[in-house]
């Protein structure tokens, strides 16, 4: 086995042994899953320069941007692939997951077919790669998670997505979980369940991951945090959450959920507050722990401006994905969606300069902050909830896709993700909203509804986006604890409860009825958006009590007359 190269004659003539890890690793891999590597050359946890160099000469369209960071492209799939992910169906597991649109079953047979097919494309490679690491800071938790790829720039991303062991660490590792990629190889759409040449399945029994059809790095990421959605619930009582963490001077601990595009990775970068972590973490008996060792941020539109955080931590060793640069400069243009408009940088979280390291708070969370952005307009800037309003809020998990987007959509659409993690939930998300409202309970956390969308009016009606300075102040004025002096009122259809004013924010923009200047009508706005958050909730009448759904929208859906 060879590090950063494939020719195994050149490095390592006659009578010469690989190091003992390594030798260990290729032992593993062939006993494991059959990897050849008398032909396969295995670079096992390569350095970063190591992988920069077969990126550039082995992957097409692979480059070195003007601030250091390495370029890379996914192919066809720009996004995650969430109608392709199954989870094996087998006795240890089943009981537990929730079956339907999400977790959709595979056969252990099929499972055995797609994985002997990935092991196939690996082992007529000329070279894969092995990358060990953590996935998890808190050492009581935590699993070791194995990847095996065959393109650098999947290995660098994973490098940076997982927590880093050290040398000794890496001595005698042996991984709890491990991912097969063959991305650049597609499914048998004609395998009993498949629906596409795209597959992507975790099978828990086996602690096994196996991904054809799909390049996509995020791919590898969120599988582990479905594995850590099954695996903490149910083996430890332990919390998974799909959110952001930072931590003030004073300890005090904000957890933000939200969906792509609400704002999560932005507002947990606060440079007057350490970052935990950007995207997933852990809620134990003991505190808070970040599940990864490094941050996923979106770039379309990014500046140094507005997100100096995310813009500075983009140089060696980070992984754009999807961007589009000038050829002589080397320079990003992060307006440019002509590739997609999903453009990410991947890179380790101690790239961001306040974090805190280990990634972890001995803290129990003070505030919980759910992040919508409302494209209509009609949802508060900032609304304190009470606990059936969390759990109400946390099940529906809501936000706007944009007028425009796709085809055929004319006004901002509602969508409505479980947990905020609809698609990387392994139980069923009242499982979580159960766990999630003792434990604000049990820490008396406050909980909020932060609206990061748009004010005045909807997108298409007139109004225009909450602006960041203004969001940056709500969230001062809840960590000051500011915010829960202030007199509050009730909003009417929704029955939140409105702060009337707050500190560096125009007392205006607080109550949409109160500042409305759209060309639709606003009750009518409203009391749409309230019938499609009660329609969306009909799926967990059967296991909310009286008063969770009492805490939701109340509209007359009687036709008129």
């Known amino acids: 086995m060879v590090s950063g190269s494939v020719n195994k004659t050149a490095l390592h003539p006659a009578g010469v042994q690989p190091q003992k890890e390594h030798t260990e690793i290729e032992e593993e891999l062939h006993e494991r899953a059959h990897i050849d590597y008398d032909r396969v050359a295995i670079v096992a946890n390569p350095s970063v320069a190591a992988l920069y160099e077969d990126a550039l000469v082995y992957e097409s369209g692979s480059a070195i941007t003007s601030t250091g960071a390495l370029s890379a492209y996914s192919g066809a799939k720009t996004g995650r692939s969430p109608s392709d992910k199954r989870i094996v169906q087998e006795d240890g597991s089943s009981k537990d997951i929730w079956w339907g649109p999400v977790n959709k079953p595979m056969s252990p047979d099929v499972w055995r077919i797609n994985r002997e097919r990935a092991i196939d494309y690996l082992n007529t490679r000329n ?67 498949m629906t596409s040449s795209t597959s992507v399945a975790i099978n828990f029994a086996e602690k096994e991951m196996v991904i054809l059809g799909t390049e996509y790095a995020g791919e590898m990421k969120k599988g582990i945090f479905t594995v850590l959605f099954y695996e903490m619930p149910v083996k430890h009582n332990v919390l998974t959450l799909h959110s952001s963490a930072n931590e003030g001077k004073d300890g005090d601990v904000t957890v933000f959920f939200g969906l792509s595009g609400t704002g999560k990775t932005t507002l947990s970068a606060d440079p007057k507050r350490a970052l935990i972590g950007d995207d997933e973490h852990c809620w134990t008996d003991k505190g808070v722990f970040n599940i990864e060792g490094g941050c996923y941020a979106k770039c379309i539109g990014l500046s140094a401006e507005k997100e100096a955080e995310i813009f500075g931590a983009i140089k060696f060793g980070s992984v754009l994905e999807n961007v589009v640069f000038d050829p002589v400069t080397r320079v990003v243009d992060y307006d440019d969606d002509t590739l997609t408009e999903n453009t990410r940088c991947a890179y380790p979280i101690e790239y961001i300069e306040n974090t805190k390291i280990p990634c972890m708070s001995d803290n129990h969370p003070k505030n919980i902050i759910l992040l919508t952005c409302d494209a209509r307009g009609v949802l508060p800037p900032i609304s304190k909830l009470n606990k059936e309003q969390i759990m109400y809020h946390f099940i529906s998990g809501y936000t706007s896709k944009m007028a425009g987007t796709e085809q055929g959509v004319t006004e901002p659409q509602a969508t409505f993700s479980s947990c905020f993690a609809q698609p990387f939930l392994a139980l069923h998300p009242m499982r979580y909203a159960k766990m999630l409202a003792a434990k604000i309970e049990e820490h008396s956390s406050d909980a909020w509804l932060l609206n990061t969308g748009w004010v005045g009016a909807g997108a298409t009606t007139g109004g225009s986006r909450c602006s960041l300075k203004h969001t940056r102040a709500i969230l001062d004025a809840i960590h000051s604890g500011e915010l829960a002096k202030v007199e509050y009122e009730t909003y009417d ?69």
């Open 127 to 193: 070279r894969i790669y092995v990358i060990d690491g953590f996935a998890g800071w808190d050492e009581r938790y935590r699993i070791r998670v194995r990847v095996v790829c065959a393109r650098a720039y999947h290995a660098l991303f994973m490098r940076n997505m997982l927590i880093r062991p050290s040398r000794e660490e890496l001595e005698g590792f042996h991984p709890d979980y491990v991912i097969y990629n063959a991305g650049a190889f597609p499914a048998n759409r004609y395998t009993t369940g």
């Open 493 to 561: 259809t929704f029955g939140l409860s409105v702060p009337k004013t707050c500190p560096g924010v125009p007392d205006e923009i607080l109550n949409p009825a109160k500042c409305w200047n759209g060309t639709a009508d606003f009750k009518t706005e409203v009391e749409k958006l309230g019938k499609l958050f009660m329609e969306n909730f009909k799926r967990f009448e059967d296991e909310a009590t009286p008063e969770v759904l009492k805490a939701g929208p109340h509209v007359c859906c009687c036709p008129k007359h």
